[in-house]
Nanobody, 116 residues
Framework: QVQLVESGGGLVQAGGSLRLSCAASGRTFEIYNTGWFRQAPGKEREFVAQIRGSDNPAYADSVKGRFTISGDNAKNTVYLQMNNLKPEDTAVYYC??????????WGQGTQVTVSS
């Protein structure tokens, strides 16, 4: 089992920055891919960014050039640095881990609200 805990969400003005953290515990050695997704009210959950190990980041087109995903293997933590935030970035942000055995784990989510 893997447990994921997100933190770092909050309220920020447009153009501001936030850094989200996703701390993993449990059988973290089984994780091979960690990603961030978000879900706005009335919308489906959508992909934001992912990283395989500590390399090979990938981003949704809507966040390219503004968001950066990174990992700290020593801390079993993945970060999402979000710059130049826009009101349309407002959503609950979820961390997702893919692990051996086709296991998928989700965190509880953290709210990000960007005011105009």
């Amino acid at each position: 089992q893997v447990q994921l805990v997100e933190s770092g969400g909050g309220l920020v003005q447009a153009g501001g920055s936030l850094r989200l953290s996703c701390a993993a515990s449990g059988r973290t050695f089984e994780i091979y891919n960690t990603g961030w997704f978000r879900q706005a009210p009335g919308k489906e959950r959508e992909f934001v960014a992912q990283i395989r190990g500590s390399d090979n980041p990938a981003y949704a087109d809507s966040v390219k050039g503004r968001f950066t995903i990174s990992g700290d293997n020593a801390k079993n933590t993945v970060y999402l640095q979000m710059n130049n935030l826009k009101p349309e970035d407002t959503a609950v942000y979820y961390c997702r881990a893919l692990a051996r055995g086709a296991n998928v784990y989700w965190g509880q989510g953290t709210q990000v609200t960007v005011s105009s």
